[in-house]
């Protein structure tokens, strides 16, 4: 069997940690390095529920697209759930390895499976990373175009079902912004909180953005600041790049729900590289379990 250090490598070459944003630490965070792997699971956050679950399968290593550690601590004993996961990861020998940021950019990486999922065309990066190792586009997000226009409704309800489907199934649903009838074509997305990207996702001029987590302020902010625009392009006064439409629409979607896809790819991906590598062949299985906090989402 390969050890952890070649299984390691071999996930660092198809999720670059040069990709990661600066504030970000992902790879591997808990495990020994001689230890052999056989059975790898995956699953969106590496929750106490979750890390029973791969230790009660067998599991050699754990890989999470969400961090245990979003920030810098000084203690992993047994006053925080935190500690009690990396001890229960250690004493059963199961390691643990995150694809954070570095897998939202990378090639069949976190935002190419969403555009992929969503039938996007002609896509690109949303925001490039220079790689000239890479022979492919990288960077964080994608921008495309659907094969033919379709009502932002119809858009909004596959987002729905591709991401219940092929993602992770949330009682949060998706939230839409816009002219329902409205049709639209260029689509951008970036799995993940989004919110950030509003500037670049209306430089692109796509007719929608796909994201999560979108807040009140920044969002209202964002959607008067189209429609101000518009209004003034429609008076002849040009103030930024648009159609004279108020776009883009906004798909707010559950935040672990849409990044999860990406699963479909490292399933694939993973053991096919490490049998490339080392010649031997893993066990592979992804916990679809629901690791959104919500239990209920009311709306009438």
């Known amino acids: ?34 230890h052999d792997v056989q059975r790898i699971v995956f699953a969106a956050d590496p929750t106490s529920a979750i890390v029973d679950k791969a230790i009660a399968a067998g599991a050699d290593l754990l890989i999470t697209h969400h961090p245990l550690f979003f920030r810098s601590v000084h203690e992993v004993g047994g006053l925080g759930f935190r500690g ?22 990378a090639w069949r990486g976190v935002g190419q499976a969403a555009a992929d999922y969503f039938g996007l065309e002609q896509q690109r990066p949303l925001v490039p990373v220079q790689d000239d190792q890479s022979e492919h586009a990288v960077g964080l997000g994608r921008i495309g175009v659907l094969p033919e226009p379709m009502t932002l409704r119809d858009f909004a309800q596959r987002v729905f079902t591709e991401v219940s489907e092929h993602g992770m199934a949330t009682k949060l649903g998706v939230q839409v912004c816009g002219d329902l ?21 209306r430089a692109s001029g796509a007719d929608v ?3 999560s987590d979108l807040r009140h302020h920044p969002t209202t902010d964002a959607i008067e600041q189209a429609r101000y625009e518009a209004r003034m392009r429609a008076q002849g006064i040009q103030l930024g790049q648009g159609s004279t439409q108020t776009r883009p629409y906004l798909i707010n979607t559950p935040h672990a729900a849409i990044e999860s896809m990406w699963f479909n790819y490292a399933l694939d991906d993973i053991p096919q590289a490490i049998e ?25």
Request: with cysteine; glycine share 8%; charged share 25%.
């Open 1 to 34: 069997m390969p050890n952890l250090k070649q299984v390691v490598d071999i996930l660092e070459t198809l999720y670059p940690l040069r990709y990661a944003e600066q504030w970000d630490e992902p790879g591997l965070i808990v495990g020994d390095l001689s």
């Open 84 to 105: 009690d996961i990396v001890r229960r990861l250690y004493n059963h020998g199961c390691g643990l390895w995150v694809g954070h940021t570095n897998a939202d950019s």
């Open 181 to 201: 009838e409205a049709e639209v074509r260029s689509v951008a997305i970036l799995p993940g909180s989004g919110d950030s990207l509003f500037d670049e996702v």
């Open 209 to 211: 953005y796909v994201t």
């Open 276 to 300: 490339k590598a080392t010649g031997e062949q893993i066990s592979v299985e992804w916990f679809h379990d629901t690791t959104d906090p919500w239990a209920l989402s009311i709306t009438e």
